[in-house]
């Protein structure tokens, strides 16, 4: 299973917040782009981005930080918030993201995912399904769709979508352990390359959720308080698969 850590970016600062509430963040660094290279070091070969802000307004606020990371760094990476049209897909791309993941545009317009995966390709393309109440969240998880998990998850498929990042808003950033039942479910029932979010928070969880044979988990808040190491997580997942910059795996 391969190990992501997490960049939330607000500001051009390293943050997270606590189950999706902006009203409940803590700022980690001033220089996300020096976290990025710790991972590395550590071993990390993925890094998983959210620009916290574009998830809210659709635009690209952070762009230069997500470069500077993108450019210094040899890690595979994705990143999700705001990305609502084909011309933001293609800035990101043009420097240095390897994969984008679609949100709210994937829910709120018709035919966007089947087109930026007609156009880019499967392997620069993912989709987030963030679950609040088993329903879809959108709009930086400020609005709940009426679309459940899984017939979203078939949509998405049937669109031609190999990875879809899952996050259970509800133990996001709660340090309550992850939501195994679900993912396991889920990885069951569709031929999706599934990364597990939210609620990762020991190297139990990794353990489960390696066992599960799942694609990815993202670890977020447990790296930066110190309750997982990330050198223990990676090791503890196993096999990691080999990335190249470029968004080919």
């Not at 210094?72 to 705001?82: A, D, K, R, S, V």
């Not at 620069?124 to 769709?145: F, N, Q, R, Y």
């Not at 190297?203 to 799942?214: P, Q, T, Y």
Request: charge should be negative.
């Amino acid at each position: 299973m391969n190990v992501f850590p997490a960049i939330d970016i607000f500001e051009g600062k390293a943050v997270r917040l606590f189950k999706g509430d902006y009203n409940e963040m803590t700022v980690y660094s001033d220089n996300p782009a020096e976290f990025a290279a710790e991972f590395e070091k550590k071993g990390a070969r993925f890094l998983h981005m959210v620009d916290l802000e574009g998830a809210k307004s659709g635009l690209t606020p952070n762009l230069e930080t997500v470069r500077k990371i993108a450019s210094e760094t040899g890690l595979f990476t994705q990143l999700g918030g705001g990305i609502r049209s084909l011309e933001t897909i293609e800035k990101y791309l043009e420097i240095g993201v390897d994969r984008l993941i679609l949100g709210t545009a994937a829910i709120t317009e018709d035919g966007f995912v089947r087109r930026a995966v007609e156009k880019f390709g499967a392997e620069h393309i993912a989709v987030s399904v963030d679950i609040k109440d088993g329903l879809v969240a959108i709009k930086g998880w400020t609005e709940v769709s009426d679309v459940t998990c899984e017939d979203f998850c078939a949509r998405m498929e049937a669109d031609g979508v190999k990875t879809v990042i899952c996050t259970d808003i509800s133990r996001d950033g709660a340090m309550k352990g992850t939501n195994l039942k679900l993912y396991g479910k889920l990885n069951e029932r569709f031929g999706l390359d599934i990364i597990a979010s939210g609620g990762v928070s020991s190297l139990s969880d990794v353990k489960a959720l390696s066992e599960m044979n799942l694609y990815g988990a993202i670890l977020g808040k447990a790296l930066y308080t110190g309750s997982v190491d990330l050198e223990e997580a990676i090791s503890l997942a196993g096999r990691q698969d080999e990335p190249e910059k470029g968004g080919r795996l």
